[in-house]
């Protein structure tokens, strides 16, 4: 019998050998995708670990693979998440790290099975893909194919959005990401705001003080937590993945490429980059050994890298409806790119936004910003017949 003639069979992921398949089943399904950018396996690794990844801490997860015959052909997870539950309480359960060779059969065993598995522990709507939630890769590329991701987004083939349409799954949000060139000049509307800002006696704009590592990004994030509270399926950060984020990051965060603006001398809002990774690794087909990690880090130290990503921002809640808060939020955009200038970094991508997110929407297009991503999170009712 040919390959292609046999069942699809979905096979749940229960050993080191089962998931080193499941990290690297991307791999053939993107083999002639030039803007693709393969993982860092050791990084895969780490991020699926139940006992290193405090995701776990408050979720539960599954892994499956897809086989027809001996080829693997697809894979997928299903989690609940007790923090976005509490949070929530709408018996949401989240599907996440698909990816599937353009098969309908394929998607469908892959998504039944997910469904399946969240649907026997009470949830009535599947949503995703989040990888794992939605505080790491989230949504869908569905417009924007023809460039490669910027660090910790994702990518995919044109056809992942039909196939899961003609499933039955409906776009639930879109999430934008733009780009912007760093050479380019603040429109003046813009400029004069962070003028008045920079001539404000009480407000100072500073970089992050690696010396107090710790306590800084503990800062960040705690204004990140306040800051997208209101914002639809959001779920806080908790201590511990505080500290996780601030371990995994410290060797990509740059004292210059984080703003930090205070109030009286409390932070208030701030602005993370972070150089895109991607560029570094892009070439190194997942693997950091024998020579991946003196590549890498000769990339990142010689500062060869010429795109970025600015991954968070955020102004308190009780800034964001003030002509004050606006202003400091141009700040905050205008502090990181001048130093993007400096470093030699052009193209600089500010994600992701909701596309409801009418306020920050605007204020990044008046600092030049242009939408060239788009990625959708996808929901489907599991109550249905």
């Not at 921002?313 to 200038?341: C, E, K, S, Y």
Request: hydrophobic content about 45%; aromatic content about 8%.
């Amino acid at each position: 019998m040919a390959d292609e003639a046999q069942a699809v069979v979905v096979e749940a992921v229960t050993d080191k050998s089962s998931l080193d398949t499941f990290i690297r089943t991307p791999w053939p399904i993107y083999a002639h995708d030039s803007n693709w950018v393969p993982p860092l396996v050791l990084e895969r690794r780490d991020h699926l670990d139940q006992r290193k990844n405090p995701f776990f801490d408050h979720a539960e997860a599954a892994l499956w693979v897809a086989r027809r015959g001996q080829r693997v052909v697809g894979r997928i997870s299903a989690q609940i998440d007790s923090a976005y539950l509490k949070l929530h309480q709408d018996a949401t359960g989240h599907f996440g790290l698909l990816e599937a060779e353009d098969d309908a059969q394929v998607f469908q065993a892959l998504t039944g099975t997910a469904e399946a598995w969240l649907r026997d522990r009470g949830m009535r709507r599947v949503r995703g893909p989040l990888s794992l939630s939605i505080n790491d890769e989230s949504g869908l590329l569905v417009d924007g194919f023809d460039t490669p991701p910027m660090i910790m987004m994702n990518h995919a083939p044109p056809y992942y959005g039909a196939q899961l349409e003609a499933i039955g799954y409906a776009k639930a949000k879109d999430l934008i990401a733009y780009i912007y060139d760093s050479f380019a000049p603040m429109p003046k509307v813009a400029a004069s705001l962070v003028e008045r800002v920079r001539q404000s006696p009480e407000v100072t704009l500073r970089p992050l003080r690696k010396k107090s590592y710790d306590a800084e990004l503990h800062a960040i994030l705690d204004i990140f937590n306040d800051a997208w509270a209101n914002n639809w399926g959001f779920v806080p950060l908790g201590e511990a993945e505080m500290a996780h984020i601030a371990k995994e990051m410290k060797p990509l965060i740059r004292e210059d490429l984080v703003c930090i603006a205070e109030i009286d001398g409390v932070p208030a809002a701030m602005a993370v980059s972070l150089p895109n990774l991607n560029e570094a690794i892009a070439d190194l087909d997942g693997a950091l050994l024998p020579f991946g990690w003196a590549k890498l880090l000769w990339r990142l130290k010689v500062g060869s890298l010429k795109t970025a990503r600015v991954a968070l921002m955020g102004i308190r809640q009780r800034l964001q409806q003030t002509p004050m808060g606006g202003a400091i939020a141009f700040a905050v955009i205008d502090t990181i790119r001048q130093t993007h200038m400096k470093s030699g970094i052009g193209q600089v991508e500010l994600s992701w936004v909701l596309e409801d997110n009418t306020r920050m929407r605007h204020m990044i297009e008046a600092v030049g910003g242009q939408p060239y991503k788009t990625y959708r999170i996808y929901e489907r009712d599991l109550t249905a017949e």
